[in-house]
């Protein structure tokens, strides 16, 4: 079974940057895309960003577009999501996921990102 350990993420001052990085257990080019996702109490997880293993395809969030790039590298297995000019209404646990084309889903284990002052 693949997994998917996530790093980064904690408090930061609004404006600010942080890097989350997710790494594959297992060769990433088996699987359809990476992605980062980020959920709040009481709302459903919401797609952050998305990068296809193969090629360069990326897909962002509006809420992302400008500020976050995600990035993947594929000796590594590991995807990485820069955020940069954070909001506190970015603030939530953020969960990357590698997925097939046919929407099955592996996620890592879910990071807590803080924007406050």
């Known amino acids: 079974q693949v997994q998917l350990v996530q790093s980064g993420g904690g408090l930061v001052q609004p404006g600010g940057s942080l890097t989350l990085s997710c790494a594959s257990s297992?060769?990433?080019?088996?699987?359809?895309?990476m992605n980062w996702y980020r959920q709040t109490p009481g709302k459903q997880r919401e797609l952050v960003a998305g990068?296809?293993?193969?090629?360069?395809?990326?897909t962002y969030a509006d809420s992302a577009k400008g500020r976050f790039t995600i990035s993947r590298d594929s000796a590594q297995n590991t995807v990485y999501l820069q955020m940069t000019r954070l909001k506190p209404e970015d603030t939530a646990v953020y969960y990357c996921?590698?997925?097939?084309?046919?929407?099955?889903?592996?996620w890592g284990q879910g990071t807590q990102v803080t924007v406050s002052s």
């Open positions: 297992e060769n990433i080019l088996r699987w359809y895309s």
């Open positions: 996921n590698l997925q097939t084309v046919g929407d099955y889903a592996v």
């Open positions: 990068i296809r293993t193969v090629g360069e395809s990326t």
